[in-house]
């Protein structure tokens, strides 16, 4: 039997990125994302600024994935938004924009949840891409969120450990604004590190009363004193040193983020064992990963890159699923900052 298509589109503007998707069932047909180049000038993201640029883009990045889907507004079924966690101002752009939409087109409205979609982006249909079985672990790292997870179902989640400060990307960005990189240092840590030692330096891992729980922000103030005590011996040290500094830094956030994922592996004797965000981009944590199929019989599963950072094709997913379950929205839904994983 032939089964029916659904068409949703999706919108995603919980932070600085604009995002609309059209996916077929589980299949994306276009996925457009706006990055707002503005922040990198003030070192991190303005929410003033960022609420603005969406107002911008919005109505573009809609038409183009509409566009270059091939479809038309009347063949889409549902409207999918990101609700939140996320920046209220960034939020309720898209918020309103899917609700005026809907009314308009008078079809139904799915309101997503940002983190359930950075886990079930793995449940996009893509060539050589397999789909975790449940129940697996997720850890989703990227600079918002840094949780290890128990995914038991599609709405079935269970936070093993999070972090208690700073995400694991604002870790990244932090320790780079110290190296005097531009925003976000993610990436370029990554890059640098490729051409350094790991060992050259220490740094000391911070201790957390759950031991599942990350705690990044002792880590940015001992690179902190670090650098002020090597830079009064050569005030050139980070120029001379930066390849070292990059490869110890990443290495220690990695050794954190890898010690606590085995730790939860063991505990729950679970070894299939996904990644999400922005920060499962980075090469010494998918190279971990691979090293930990051979030596810990792990099944590791990471999505394509485009569906790990910020984007709409992960709302369409999580929407897509609800559209099969009837799971529908009123107009009255409100755009939400703080928004747990169940929630
Ligand atoms: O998921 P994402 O695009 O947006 C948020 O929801 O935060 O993640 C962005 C974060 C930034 O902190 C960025 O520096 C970090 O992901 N990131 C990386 C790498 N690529 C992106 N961190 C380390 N290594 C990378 N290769
Ligand atoms: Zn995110």
Redesign the pocket.
Known sequence: MHKKSIYILSIES??D?TGAAILQNDTVLSNVIANQKIHAAYGGVVPELASRAHQQNIVPVVQQAIELAGISKKDINAIAFTRGPGLMGSLLVGTSFAKSLSIALNIPLIAVNHMQA?VLAHFINEKNQKKPPFPFLCLTI????TQILKIINYNEFEILGETIDD?V??A??KSAKLLGLPY????L??KYAKLGNKTAFKFTEPKTSNELDFSFSGLKTAILYFLQREHRKDENFIKNNLYDICASI?YTIVNILMKKLKLASTKTGIKNIAIA???S???EIRKTLKAFENSLGWTTYIPNFEY???NAAMIGIVGYFKYLNNDFDEENTMATSRLKINE
């Open positions: 919980s932070c990125d950075h990227s600079g918002g969120h995400a990307g604002e990244f960005d976000p240092g993610g990436p840590i990554d990443q965000g922005g920060v981009a980075n090469s790990t950072t910020d």
